[in-house]
């Protein structure tokens, strides 16, 4: 199975800092028609996970341009360009390219 | 407006066989590119993914459950089916379930239903 190791696993900032969220894929996650299956999604406290990012870095559908996702093969990084207090909460990425599907374990973003 | 719902049994023993529907609007699992998954999630810890079923009525399962999966649809009522079968006090979790549309993974989820495994 591919495994995604997320860093950091707890992110603590202020209103307004600018963060990043680093996952890295054990295996390339690029397939043979040149697609890569990379997912971003958010877990606001007893809440659903919603969907942010998909196919590295298309915002989903409602979600504010402050969040913006990026890379390429096995390493992938999602930002937040000025923390809001919403955006707390955990956050997963996930790969669809290999089967089984998996996902990161996750960064817990605190607001100081 | 696309809405998922969750619904299951809330407990069972050991051994039984755990049943989960999925209840959605929105969108039509005969769309094509349309599909659904099933994603659980043990309390105070992450996500892991289940199945899916596609639109072509195509299955894919997560092998670590082995074969105790079945994944299933009815189109005519928009559900989807999630079956468990020889459950162990491992598989409680909340259960969510979630649409894919096409490369749009896991675009809308449902709330989640919770199920506790217990003697």
């Known amino acids: 199975d591919v495994v995604l190791t997320q860093t950091p696993s707890t992110l603590s900032a202020t209103i307004g800092q600018s963060v990043s969220i680093s996952c890295r894929s054990s295996?390339?996650?690029?397939?043979?028609?040149?697609?890569?299956?990379l997912y971003w999604y958010l877990q606001r406290p007893g809440q659903s996970p919603q969907l942010l990012i998909y196919l590295v870095s298309n915002l989903g559908s409602g979600v504010p341009n402050r969040f913006s996702g990026s890379g390429s093969g096995t390493d992938f990084t999602l930002k937040i360009s000025g923390v809001e207090a919403e955006d707390l909460g955990v956050y997963y990425c996930m790969q669809a390219t290999h089967a089984p599907l998996t996902f990161g374990s996750g960064t817990k973003l605190e607001i100081k | 407006q696309v809405t998922l719902k969750e619904s299951g049994p809330g407990i069972l023993q050991p051994s039984q066989t755990l049943s989960l529907t999925c209840t959605f609007s929105g969108f039509s699992l005969s769309t094509y590119g349309m599909g659904v998954g099933w994603i659980r999630q043990p309390s105070g810890k992450g996500l892991e993914w289940l199945a899916n079923?596609?639109?072509?009525?195509?299955?894919y399962y997560n092998p670590s459950l082995k074969n105790r999966l079945t994944i299933s649809k009815d189109t005519s009522n928009n559900q989807a089916f999630l079956k468990i079968t020889n459950v162990d006090t491992a598989d409680t979790a909340t259960y969510y379930c979630?649409?894919?549309?096409?490369?749009?993974?896991?675009?809308?989820w449902g709330q989640g239903v919770m199920v506790t495994v217990s003697s």
């Open positions: 979630a649409r894919i549309d096409s490369s749009h993974y896991f675009d809308y």
């Open positions: 295996q390339s996650l690029l397939d043979s028609a040149g697609n890569t299956y």
């Open positions: 079923i596609w639109w072509d009525d195509d299955k």
